[in-house]
């Protein structure tokens, strides 16, 4: 099968979240299985032209007002030769920042700047000669790809190509002035705004919904929740109409990065499931270099986030009100955070962690560190409000630290809650997301630590068996773009009306 992956970020050329290593991973894991993925992705400024090819053509993509001129370099993924293709245009994407200069804050011209990829994704097929079978989509940067594949595309070379969207987080969706439609229109459709528009402006992601011919996301509990209002971010009623073209894939973990028996963070201490002593190791090399009392009894929960609204961090650390501060007050636990994000709430940690002996915050970005609280946690605190799929639970689960999360989206699709009877599962899972019930939760995990220790031992081990692969999660990718492709074969690649 032939695949593009039209993506605004891939590992290791350009990421700020999961949707890089889905696009990488996934092409990965298509190409090992015999077919012929392509990923097009801009050239933002710093990605190093000197480590890219030039190719001779250049490529006219036409933009609303008239025709942007691209230059197309190439390289591959790391390894394994997957070919990546990038489109760079000097005043698009010639400048620091992916989405915008700061996190919160998006570039102005952002509807062009990812129109431009959208639409040249088709003219870039165009010149290699190769029209692909599916053209897979990702969140709200390339969604267009899929309105302007069904407006205009399946009328010319690309009537047998499948538009496939996944959408990463719906809580992000290329909202835009009206006035920006120009660049995903025909002059004709000039004042047709029908699929663009919603709630009275410009919808990126919408477009995308509407028009795709398959829908994924990226696990099936959140594919669930995404149809309804408190999960929808306003488009669960379309999700719903489209609900029996959309199909929640769980992501895959990567287990060469991410095993306490390999990790190189780790050594010289690594362990596994046979051979533990080492996680014990690890946990009083982390008290130690956190500052906090180092003693084996005390359970230390890690949480490594990015210190957003979305990951529960209102309830957990708000000022007066929060959970923490009492959890700390009134428990035999440890915190070990590391995260960055929003101010108020690095703020607040960094006072915490000068009035509480037993919580321990590091402000920034960390890879290391966070590969070491990994190892060194008996628990991965994740309260999140929604969670699409979820990585920081999976690797947990590989370093026997149990999670503590709300039973929401993927943490549901891949943590087993602790049957108390039974003395099994994989986690602590609770419904409400609250102060009051986090401190309940907090006691509940208190309570198995020191009364049922038994429990977390048998549980430690089960979760370090689990394994969520990427081959199991490209089967499934393969089984919506059959699905999708035999759905298409009987239509007639006329002009289809949106
Ligand atoms: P999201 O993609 O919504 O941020 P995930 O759980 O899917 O949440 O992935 C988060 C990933 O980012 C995890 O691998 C986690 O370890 C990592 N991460 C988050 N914040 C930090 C940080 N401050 N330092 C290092 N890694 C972090």
Known sequence: MRILMVTSEVFPFAKTGGLADVASALSRELKRMGHDVRILMPRYYHIDRASLRKRDEALGIWLGRGEEWTAVYESELPGDGVPVYFLDHERYYGRDGIYGARPDEGFKDNAARFALLSRGAFQFCRMLHWIPDVIHCHDWPSAPACYLLKKEERWREFGKTLGVLTIHNLGYQGVFS????????????????????????????????????????????????????????????????????????????????????????????????????????????????????????????????????????????????????????????????????????????????????????????????????????????????????????????????????????????????????????????????????LYQVLGWVMDTWYNRRDHIRRMRRIAMKKRFLWETSAQAYLGVYEKGLTKIKGTSPGRVRV
């Open 178 to 437: 009206l006035e920006d439609a120009l660049y995903l229109q025909r002059e004709s459709d000039r004042f047709n705004l029908s699929g663009l528009e919603f709630a009275g402006a410009l919808n990126f992601l919408k477009a995308g919904i509407i028009c795709a011919d398959e829908i994924t996301t990226v696990s099936p509990t959140y594919a669930g929740e995404i149809c309804r209002p408190e999960y929808g971010f306003g488009l669960d009623g379309l999700l719903t109409y489209r609900r029996s073209d959309l199909t929640g894939i769980l992501n895959g973990a990567d287990y060469s990065d991410w095993n306490p028996e390999t990790d190189r963070f780790l050594a010289p201490d690594n362990y596994s499931l046979d051979s533990i002593a080492g996680k014990a190791r690890v946990k009083k090399k982390l008290q130690a270099r956190l500052g906090l009392p180092v003693d084996s009894k005390v359970p230390l929960v890690g949480v490594v986030t990015r210190l957003v609204e979305q990951k529960g961090v209102v309830e957990l650390f708000a000022p007066v009100q929060g959970a923490l501060y009492s959890i700390c007050r009134d428990m035999a636990v440890q915190f070990a955070v590391l995260g960055s994000g929003e101010k108020w709430c690095e703020d607040e940690l960094e006072h915490l962690n000068s009035r509480l002996g037993n919580l321990a915050y590091y402000r920034g970005y960390n890879e290391e560190l966070s590969h070491y609280i990994q190892g060194g946690s008996d628990f991965c605190l994740m309260p999140s409000r929604y969670e699409p799929c979820g990585l920081s639970q999976i690797y947990s689960l590989a370093y026997g630290s149990l999670p503590i999360a709300r039973a929401t989206g993927g943490l549901v699709d891949t943590v087993e809650n602790y049957d108390q009877s039974a003395g099994r599962g994989t986690g602590f899972l609770f419904n409400d997301l609250s102060p009051h019930v």
